[in-house]
Nanobody
Framework: QVQLVESGGGLVQPGESLRVSCVASGPAFSNLVMGWFRQYPGREREFVATIRQSDGHSYVEESLKGRFIISKDNATNTVYLQMNKLKPEDTAVYYC?????????????????WGQGTQVTVSS
């Protein structure tokens, strides 16, 4: 069983940066694929980014490339989502997810484990 705990959300102004973190506990962190999703009120979660722990291969949603960066620290079992030049439309609850199939995927249902989410609000 994998437990995921997100942190780092908060209120920022448009144009600012924010980094959210996800610490994973449980067996075989190095075998996991980790992902970030976000959810707007009343809507389904949408894919943001994913990274494979074993080799660092990653993928960021096309519309977010250039602003969002996913990275990892295997020493601390942590995955980060660096969000730059934030916009009001980035306001959402951000969720960390994990799966052990070792395949980079954007599909929510293919992730087995989820964190509790962290709120990111971009507003002036």
């Amino acid at each position: 069983q994998v437990q995921l705990v997100e942190s780092g959300g908060g209120l920022v102004q448009p144009g600012e940066s924010l980094r959210v973190s996800c610490v994973a506990s449980g067996p075989a962190f190095s075998n996991l694929v980790m992902g970030w999703f976000r959810q707007y009120p009343g809507r389904e979660r949408e894919f943001v980014a994913t990274i494979r722990q074993s080799d660092g291969h990653s993928y960021v949603e096309e519309s977010l490339k250039g602003r969002f960066i996913i990275s990892k620290d295997n020493a601390t079992n942590t995955v980060y989502l660096q969000m730059n030049k934030l916009k009001p439309e980035d306001t959402a609850v951000y969720y960390c997810a994990a799966q052990s199939q070792a395949i980079l995927t954007t599909i929510e249902s293919q992730y087995n484990f989820w964190g509790q989410g962290t709120q990111v609000t971009v507003s002036s």
